[in-house]
């Protein structure tokens, strides 16, 4: 892992980057959270030119803030606009081929929904497991949440563990209660009416559960 991995994840969707504004949210949300964050670029429905074009543009954005970047599953993407990371689903290539491919210099997270799940990300080769969703998610109505004691049992590996799905900045200390090593959000901080204060919130609120037993010791960085 090139930097050491952020607590909070700040994960793009179609809503925020299709408003004629998403420049402006976007660098008032890294710009808040600096370092403490990194961006995932999540766009679905994107091809070919205009996701390079916007990750680029998203890279230059992160740089200046401090922050990092990450890019769904495009490693060709990550590896031209130089980002910080890959972020895996369960039709990418595997942990293994993208570190083949991306060398130590750049981090792989896989998205997981159990521990069994997350295990088998971590021992294939990824730097961290995002599982989810931990609570009820207006994103992913349809699914059942998996509630705290499958991310306490996923935690449990001692490697680093990003809860997502229904996390509210008030709910951050009892996840890293339960062992995460920092949360995922998207509605959280793109439904607000100010990006940039609802970072803050979540900084904050990670800042302030960062002592506790759940997260002490964890070594997440490299």
């Avoid at 030119?49 to 803030?65: H, N």
Wanted: charged share 20%.
């Amino acid at each position: 892992m090139s930097r050491r991995l952020p607590r909070l994840f700040l994960v793009t969707n179609e809503d925020v980057l299709g408003r004629t504004d998403y420049a402006e949210i976007t660098r008032s949300a890294v710009t808040a959270g600096g370092r403490d964050c990194l961006l995932q670029l999540r766009a679905h429905g994107l091809k070919g030119g205009r996701f390079w074009e916007l990750a680029s543009q998203l890279r230059q954005m992160t740089w200046e803030a401090g922050a990092s970047l990450w890019v769904n599953d495009r490693v060709d993407v990550a590896l031209a606009t130089r980002a910080d990371g890959v972020q895996l689903g369960a039709r990418s290539m595997s942990p293994a081929q993208a570190r083949a491919l991306l060398g130590r210099t750049c981090s792989v997270g896989c998205s997981v929904h159990s521990a069994k799940e997350a295990a088998a990300a971590l021992d294939a080769g990824a730097d961290v497991a995002v599982l989810g969703n931990v609570y009820a998610t207006a994103s992913h109505p349809e699914r059942q949440p998996l509630g705290l004691a499958a991310l306490r049992e996923a935690a449990g590996c001692g490697r680093p563990i990003v809860a997502i799905g229904g996390i509210t900045a008030e709910r951050v200390i009892e996840v890293l209660e339960a062992g995460a090593w920092g949360v995922a959000v998207l509605s959280g901080v793109w439904q607000a009416r100010d990006a940039g204060k609802a970072v803050r919130a979540y900084v904050a609120a990670l800042e302030e559960a960062g002592g506790c037993a759940g997260v002490r010791g964890l070594d997440a960085g490299g």
